[in-house]
């Protein structure tokens, strides 16, 4: 999984189906390239500033209770910034 | 999934017969490497200059009825360009 | 899908049995990085100087009749070179 | 796979059901760029500072006995720091 | 599928049960960032040095009977060092 930081809300309102009912969210990552910024589908509630853990490609499908063309998935909202070495 | 500006058509005349009747469009990655422009399969309509939402590998098998050998999908027009801290 | 150029061919006697009959080649990304060149497998008779589109990961099982260890494989060859806008 | 050198843990309480029961922890790569620390579930019990080895994506779920949105998980522990040619 | 270099052995005493009775190896690309090495899993009995190719993710379970938590597996043995345009 990835750190990021919640930084903004996507909207889409011509979309495929099985899209609905999804939050997407976009994503900045927290470590490396912070300009590769991602969208997220989200049902945890993260909100702007957030710091969150987000599961990518296939394993996404794990995490909703029906399969859904989403590669990215928050799984987590992190309690504090991580600090190495503990 | 991330999000993209299309850019073009690409035609194949020549082709995997189970992907035949999906428009191809050319995407460039709205953040990051503007450089690495892909192929996604298109169902919604999506025309030159629309920023799209594209999912990438095995997930875009649930945007479609039938598996096809696609591994980036057009899963949403947006509606606005993305606002940061909305 | 990404498009590259084919370059060359692949040759590997000793492989994994279901890897047998897939013709291998050397496909150069047309966008991004050039030098990240990939091996696809190819059932299309794809040739050298060809534009091709190569689908990668699991998606790429869908072309073909029986699961193999590919994770590159070219599903169309391009008519022409993209032009961006059209 | 990749090897990677454990860092640090990372505590989230609001999280997807079925991510439960995981330890999740900070892993810097040890080849390439250091900077993309990614976040790995373990069950093995590493430790900080020991160097592990790292599978992503759906291989992921072949470690565990029920699915869960995990698309990196420690399967490995390194006796020693790897060498060059042996 | 990524062609790559042989450059050692990597050994892990505690590991994930189904993991067991694979080799694994460090494999430097071919082509691209040398830097990014990666340990795949072998049952061709690669020795240092030779050059391999390399399927990543989930399609490596097309080259085992088992599932097992591989993300990278060795596929083949390259006969030849790849000649550009032949």
Sequence with gaps: MIL????????????IDNLRGF??????????DKEKILVAA????????????????????????????IDAFIVGIVDNPPVMGK
């Design 4 to 15: 990021g930081t919640v930084k903004g809300t996507v909207y889409s309102t011509k979309k």
């Design 23 to 32: 939050k997407l969210l976009l994503v900045e990552p927290y470590y490396g």
């Design 42 to 69: 989200d049902t945890l509630g993260a909100g702007i500033g957030e710091l969150v853990l987000v599961t990518r490609d296939e394993p996404t499908q794990h995490a909703i209770d029906h399969e859904a063309p």
